[in-house]
T-cell receptor
Framework: AQSVTQLDSQVPVFEEAPVELRCNYS??????LFWYVQYPNQGLQLLLK??????LVESINGFEAEFNKSQTSFHLRKPSVHISDTAEYFC??????????????FGQGTTLQVKP | NAGVTQTPKFRILKIGQSMTLQCTQD?????MYWYRQDPGMGLKLIYY???????DKGEVPNGYNVSRSTTEDFPLRLELAAPSQTSVYFC???????????FGPGTRLTVT
């Protein structure tokens, strides 16, 4: 069975500081990896994804994540956060060849709290 | 283009009552999903559908039922509400299994 573990439930950080949200996964087969963001009282939005190719993927708002197969990790980073980045972040995986059902397995979520 | 819409936004149910959570998408997506979100637990898949007339169970289907009579609609039915079903419910859709899922704004349900 597959699983996703987000190592921190809450990450407080000051504005303009760097941040890393950690995600580890467990799977005996190849996976696709995703980061979703949930702003207060809203649904989830895709932030970035790793499907294949370059192991470093970037979002349009300055976040990046690196797929590390040997460490089974997909940590999310941003060099300088803004107040508007305050949200809950979810790491998720989808198994290759999962019958094309697209089923996602989510981690527990990490709340990023950016303080002024 | 409204995307994925869910109704109601909030609901309080008494134990044993039933209700239907509505989900509609206007993107002509074949794949639709129902998740529940509990604090500290992430999202768990309840049911999913790969097209009209086709549904299947996810990780936590007990106590729920679904139907998919049209491409646009994917309602979730709670027959006998229990306190354990207090949660936030999200509906999502995708053009096909290997593409991004688009989420609705959620329904916050409390069962007392």
């Amino acid at each position: 069975a597959q699983s996703v573990t987000q190592l921190d439930s809450q990450v407080p950080v000051f504005e303009e500081a760097p941040v890393e949200l950690r995600c580890n996964y467990s799977s005996s087969v190849s996976v696709y990896l995703f980061w979703y963001v949930q702003y207060p009282n809203q649904g989830l939005q895709l932030l970035l994804k790793y499907l294949s190719g370059s192991t470093l993927v970037e979002s349009i708002n300055g976040f990046e994540a690196e797929f590390n197969k040997s460490q089974t990790s997909f940590h999310l980073r941003k060099p300088s956060v803004h107040i508007s980045d305050t949200a809950e972040y979810f790491c998720a995986l989808r198994v290759h060849g999962s019958g094309n059902t697209g089923k996602l397995i989510f981690g527990q979520g990490t709340t990023l709290q950016v303080k002024p | 283009n409204a995307g994925v819409t869910q109704t109601p936004k909030f609901r309080i149910l008494k134990i044993g009552q039933s209700m239907t959570l509505q989900c509609t998408q206007d993107m002509n997506h074949n794949y639709m999903y129902w998740y529940r979100q509990d604090p500290g637990m992430g999202l768990k898949l309840i049911y999913y559908s790969v097209g009209a007339g086709i549904t299947d169970k996810g990780e936590v289907p007990n106590g729920y039922n679904v139907s998919r009579s049209t491409t646009e609609d994917f309602p979730l039915r709670l027959e006998l509400a229990a306190p354990s079903q207090t949660s936030v419910y999200f509906c999502a859709s995708s053009p096909r299994g290997l593409r991004e899922q688009y989420f609705g704004p959620g329904t916050r349900l409390t069962v007392t």
